[in-house]
């Protein structure tokens, strides 16, 4: 049986850290972290998800601010608070949460944060500094999670095969660019991928973010492989499993991680991490993690 990656454990490591961190630049610099988030209708999932955030900042003594649109708001309106979290001092961190309204542009809002702000790492400037390999941008933090895990299984990441299967902006194209840095082969998998199932029986690492239940089988795991499973979703039964049919990979993978109590954590965990490096940046202090 294969080793389950303790996401939940990680996750609160890191948090241990941060919290010291926080405490030490409040004490030396008089400066609190500041996240805010900005929610536009009234999707149960995002509420949820802007909730969990604002309890875990709190917790480790952050400032955090939610701000709630009706989904029929102006756009001149969300713009304008957008604009005015820019310039508030007390804010270090931004995230508009999403699935906006089809009504609205996500491309024009998350253009508009600040990127020294954009902690969620969607700014078209930070994508581009990750795009380029260049240091001093936000990277997105569920990516960075998952960095993170396989990194916790994985002494070596030089000249490994890594299949990412999906290829959304949050997820799936970020993490690609992650691991190419990394040095791995990386191939990335969408709806038009022939013969998808001997792709992902090529990697050494597998990260599945598609959002369909149980959609990799046991049988396309490589022996031995590092299996990281974005996916989130709730059965009819109330079951939440993931992307990845965990019963029949866990037989074959070297290391898997769970859902929940995967990844879930350690997105929170690394957006936490980014609005603290942004306070200490602000603060114009080095940021030790």
Known sequence: MSKIIDGRRIAEDLKKKLHKLAQHLEKEKGVKPGLAALRVGEDPASQLYVQMKGLQAKELGYHFEEHVFPSWVPPEDLAA?????????????????LPLPSTLDKF?????IDPSKDVDGLHPLNAGKLFQGLGGGFIPCTPLGCLSLIESVCDQ?????????????LVGKPMALLLLQKKCTVSIAHSKTQDLPALCRSADILVVAIGKPGFVKGEWIREGAVVIDVGINRLPTGEIIGDVDFKTAQERAGAITPVPGGVGPMTVAFLLRNTLQSAYQHAGQHFPL
Do not use: D, W, Y
């Open 81 to 97: 608070k957008i604009q005015e979290l820019n310039e508030s001092p007390r804010i270090h961190g931004m995230i508009l949460q």
């Open 108 to 112: 024009h809002f998350l253009s508009l």
């Open 157 to 169: 990441l030089a000249g490994l095969n890594a299949t990412i299967v999906g290829c959304s902006l």
